[in-house]
């Protein structure tokens, strides 16, 4: 490390979704960091980076940012997942922390070099898991954690939306080798969820469809992991779902939980929020589960999103030997599973 005092100097790679509204926000509202230089070679993106965040350098390539490596601490890696492992080695022998956002790597043997690598050289690397601070699945892991579901048997969740003509990005170009298709997208997030609840996975079962016509990469899938603590995890992930079902549907021994529709941290940043807006990530009471059995359900309110959380980790680690927000090891059980069920295809 460049430098273990406050503020955090960072740059971050990407200035798309990840990069514009799950990464620089948080960066730019918490104290202990500071937002020195955004990567993107897209013209629109820079001027909207530059309006956005004019203390900022804004430059064009990786070659531009690593030239300067030592004015910084951290990298943030919000680029297509392809450039994930190349991009996060660089940063690591530039003596700098990493954040590599989700997936980690698009294979298995990449992401175990990288935190064989971090080991090595006492490096900070964490992966950007952000959905741990979903606010519902806050709600969930504190039911589970206090046992009020009874032994969880079956735990349902979902991502499903819409969207049978996708607008145009690098995903449309993207193949599962480039860690294309949802199941590299947005099955992280669903599985990481999984494993934070009922930890290591003693079998796989999945089917990965592609169903727009001419799409390169999976569009429509289903995991279900059996979990070695007994409980069985279902998965949906499926762009082309004209009704969405429940986003967690938890069966236990003595009571359920169920949820419907999206964490609103995110759009409400699209929306222009600030996370440091008083009633942000604040579910809206309409928008609370049920808790209970049938004939006797519960509203259960939902506890408040903090994606913050993630930077003010982060923080703490890198200024005072904390641990990372996620441990790499995690993501990595993540992108092991998700290469298991690709090479079963």
């Known amino acids: 490390m460049a430098s273990h005092s406050a503020p955090i100097r960072t740059a971050v790679i990407g200035f798309g979704l990840s990069g514009r509204t799950f990464h620089s926000p948080f960066i730019a509202a918490n104290p202990e960091f500071s937002l020195d230089v955004i990567v993107t070679g897209n013209r629109a993106r820079r001027a909207d980076a530059a309006r956005l965040y004019p203390k900022a350098r804004i430059v064009a390539t990786t070659a531009e940012l690593f030239e300067h490596a030592a004015e910084l601490d951290l990298v943030v890696i919000g680029s297509p ?57 806050l709600t969930l892991q504190a039911l589970v954690e206090a046992g009020s579901l009874g032994e969880v048997r079956r735990f349902e969740s979902r991502f499903e939306f819409w969207k ?8 449309l170009e993207a193949t599962p080798d480039d860690g294309g298709g949802l199941l590299y997208d947005l ?12 930890g290591s996975v003693a079998d796989v079962y999945a089917e990965v469809l592609t169903r727009r016509e001419g799409a390169l990469a999976d569009d429509d899938v289903f995991v279900a992991l059996t979990h070695e603590s ?3 995890s279902h998965l949906w992930l499926n762009g082309l779902a004209a009704q969405r079902a429940p986003r967690f ?3 236990g021994s003595e009571s359920a939980y169920t949820v419907w529709g999206l ?14 807006d008083a009633d942000f ?39 005072r030997d904390g641990p990372v927000p996620v441990d790499p090891r995690d993501a990595l059980r993540v992108i092991e599973i998700i290469e298991r069920i690709h090479a079963a295809r």
């Open 263 to 276: 964490d609103g941290q995110e759009a409400a940043l699209k929306q222009g929020a600030e996370p440091t």
């Open 230 to 232: 007994g409980t069985t």
């Open 187 to 198: 099955g992280p997030h669903l599985i990481d969820q999984a494993l934070v609840l009922f």
């Open 81 to 137: 997942p392809a450039t994930h492992a190349d991009l996060a080695d660089q940063a690591l022998d530039a003596g700098l922390a990493v954040v590599v956002d989700k997936p980690f790597a698009v294979t298995s043997d990449e992401g175990r070099a990288l935190v064989e690598k971090a080991d090595r050289l006492g490096a900070t690397l964490t992966v950007f898991h952000n959905r741990r601070w979903d606010g519902d699945f």
């Open 249 to 251: 549907h938890v069966l």
């Open 164 to 171: 049978p003509v996708p607008r145009p990005s690098w995903k």
């Open 281 to 319: 990530g604040v579910a809206d009471e309409a928008d609370w589960g049920l808790v209970g059995i049938d004939g006797d359900l519960t509203s259960y309110p939902t506890e408040r999103g903090r994606y913050d959380l993630f930077y003010a980790d982060l923080a703490d680690a890198i200024l």
